[in-house]
């Protein structure tokens, strides 16, 4: 069983930066992604990551300030966020997939083919 293990959350101030992590048991084969959930606008993917082959992705409103890495030692992944903005408030989820996904592997748009799911972990950023 894959039981993704969020830490790292809280709150900051607009501009400010976050590092969250996600344990994942033996992750050597899956997609490793950040979703996140703001209140009255869903579930969304943030950024992704293939643990093979270091491949990543990233959604549009992050590209640039957020980074996503692995420390396959540790079978963790990252997300440092850089430049928060209070439009980035919400509960972060790190999932797992190792799920064949349609056309872009560990896509974060095929939020179906996520299938092993973290607690969440709350992130403010107050303006």
């Known amino acids: 069983q894959v039981h993704p293990v969020e830490s790292g959350g809280g709150s900051v101030q607009a501009g400010g930066s976050l590092r969250l992590s996600c344990s994942v048991s033996d992750s050597r084969q899956m997609c490793v992604g950040w979703f996140r959930e703001i209140p009255g606008k869903g579930r969304a993917g943030v950024a992704s990551t293939y643990i093979r082959s270091s491949t990543t992705h990233y959604a549009d409103p992050v590209k640039g300030r957020f980074t996503i890495s692995q420390d396959n030692s540790k079978n963790t992944v990252y997300l440092e966020m850089n430049n928060l903005t209070p439009e980035d408030t919400g509960t972060y989820y790190c999932?797992?997939?190792?799920?064949?996904?349609?056309?872009?592997?560990?896509?974060?748009?095929?939020?179906?083919?996520?299938?092993?799911w973290g607690q969440g972990t709350q992130v403010t950023v107050s303006s």
């Open positions: 999932a797992a997939s190792d799920r064949t996904f349609s056309y872009v592997w560990c896509s974060l748009e095929e939020i179906d083919q996520w299938n092993y």
